[in-house]
């Protein structure tokens, strides 16, 4: 099984996280599975993260039609899923009608958990600006009844940028207060909002904090993404063909209509 993994970073920039990617990738998907990394085109930004790109919707736009289009590269290079590993699932819409393979994504996958066992829980997040699109997606997905709260880790980017480095005392002491309020707000269950703070908690290895279970969002994401492709193989799940999202016109049309808008931007990926 082959999955192309869509992260909203430019690699390279935090070589330790990109390390932390492959030891967790690694770690939970099965033997023979490759998790193939796939990352934004470099020259999208120039500082270590785009903290300062994902907080804009105009910006988000762009975005989002680069990450569905590389679901269609995926699909036309054999690739058996496409997952988004990104809390605010960018792309995947669009990403779910022009691929027909499986296409996951991070905040989908860990709100339709929670939902599936009727769990409460809370996002923990770092980016003010995305919360206003995380929640509307946990509206869209019918999933906030259970919603508790989206609390915010203060000073989040200087914290993030030590744990990164060794030093994870600060960032670990305000996710703990982020999640007891978290706790207060009624929440069974915490869900890191965006990849770096899941990947900062699952490097140190805290899977639990303010007495409540930590979510693993990627691993649920790729352990999903593996089932999902065998469901299918065993024709117990399918992709529909019809409707609006959903139907898809003759190969020929669809290949016409790919050469006018030909992307050759797509950054290639390495293996985890």
Partial sequence: MKIWLQK????????????????????????????????????TYSTDTPYDYVQYGVIALRFNQYFAETAAQAEREGYDAWVIAAGQDPGLSAARSMATIPTLGLGRTASNYCAQHDIRFSFIGMVPGLREPIIENVRRYRADHLLASYELIP??????????????????????????????????????????????????????????????????????????????????????????????????????????????????????
Wanted: hydrophobic share 45%.
């Fill in 8 to 43: 909203h970073i430019v690699a390279g920039r935090l070589s330790l996280l990109d390390d932390w990617y492959q030891q967790h990738i690694s770690a939970v998907v099965d033997p023979g599975t490759e998790v193939v990394i796939h990352t934004l085109p470099r020259r």
């Fill in 155 to 272: 000073g989040s980017i200087t914290a993030t940028t030590l744990a990164v480095n060794g030093d994870p005392e600060q960032f670990l002491d305000e996710f703990a207060a982020a999640a007891g309020h978290a706790s207060s707000a009624g929440a069974q269950v915490l869900i890191p909002a965006t990849g770096l703070p899941a990947e900062i908690m699952w490097h140190y290895r805290v899977r639990e904090v303010a007495g409540l279970p930590l979510l693993d969002p990627l691993g649920l994401l790729l352990k999903s993404a593996e089932t999902e492709v065998r469901l299918r193989a065993a024709h117990c799940t399918a992709r529909p063909s019809t409707g609006y999202w959903f139907a898809r016109p003759d190969a020929e049309v669809l290949a016409h209509i790919d050469s006018v808008f030909a992307s050759n931007h797509i950054e290639r990926g390495y293996s985890a």
